[in-house]
């Protein structure tokens, strides 16, 4: 089951912050969050594994609540390399599962 | 971390025949996968490529139009088999490691004509 982005898409100025979230119906071990900008491949923004641990840049920051299935990625003092698509990757009941991607988030800040 | 290498970067194909997508990581890793992207659109997992058995296919894909291979650890080819206008999209092969983020190929661009 595909995991459910909202917003679908933020228009920020430069330094303001997001907040976006991401929803399962079923119960997640864990939940990724990848940026995707044109044209190139997803990168890495962080992971939220069940029981508290995370692992991403330090500049990111998310959460992760087990029991309603939810993650949200915050996104702070946005800069302009910050626009791009958000994709959040949910992962079932085993960490050597499948990754099952959300329809995305398209973030652009402005000047 | 590791490095995808996947080729070819883009491709444009006569309907009926097939290309084959080759996928090679620098590292060993525990999973492999195959994800298609539709421009604007988010990844849609096609298959699990599993080493030395039959990949596993999500719902809506099936294996004689989609046959994947894995030899060994860190290789894997997606071949779009009998093409139709309707297979033009970007092809990405993933991997990952358990408890680790994953990492991607550039992706294929397929253009079908």
């Known amino acids: 089951q595909q995991p459910v982005q909202s917003p679908q898409a933020v228009i920020l100025r430069e330094g303001e912050d997001a907040v976006i979230n991401c929803s399962s119906s079923k119960a997640l071990y864990s939940v990724h969050w990848y940026r995707q900008k044109h044209g190139e491949a997803p990168v890495f923004l962080m992971i939220?594994?069940?029981?508290?641990e995370q692992k991403g840049h330090e500049k990111i920051s998310a959460s992760f609540n087990e029991k309603k299935q939810q993650s949200s990625l915050y996104l702070t003092a946005s800069q302009l390399s910050y626009s791009g698509t958000y994709f959040c990757?949910?992962?079932?009941?085993?960490?050597?599962?499948?990754?099952?991607f959300g329809q995305g988030t398209t973030l652009q800040v402005k000047p | 971390s590791a490095v995808i290498s996947q080729k070819p970067s883009r491709d444009i194909c006569q309907r009926g025949t097939s290309l084959t997508i080759q996928c090679q990581v620098d590292s060993q890793v525990t999973m492999m996968f195959w994800y298609r992207q539709q421009p604007g659109q988010s990844l849609t997992l096609i298959a699990t490529a599993n080493q030395g058995s039959e990949a596993t296919y999500e719902s809506g894909f099936v294996i004689d139009k989609f046959p994947i291979s894995r030899p060994n650890l860190t290789f894997s080819t997606l071949t779009v088999s009998n093409m139709s206008p309707e297979d033009s999209s970007i092809y990405l092969c993933s991997s990952r490691r358990a408890n680790t983020e994953a990492f991607f190929g550039q992706g294929t661009r397929l253009t079908v004509v």
């Open positions: 990757g949910t992962l079932g009941s085993s960490n050597t599962g499948k990754l099952i």
């Open positions: 939220l594994l069940k029981g508290g």
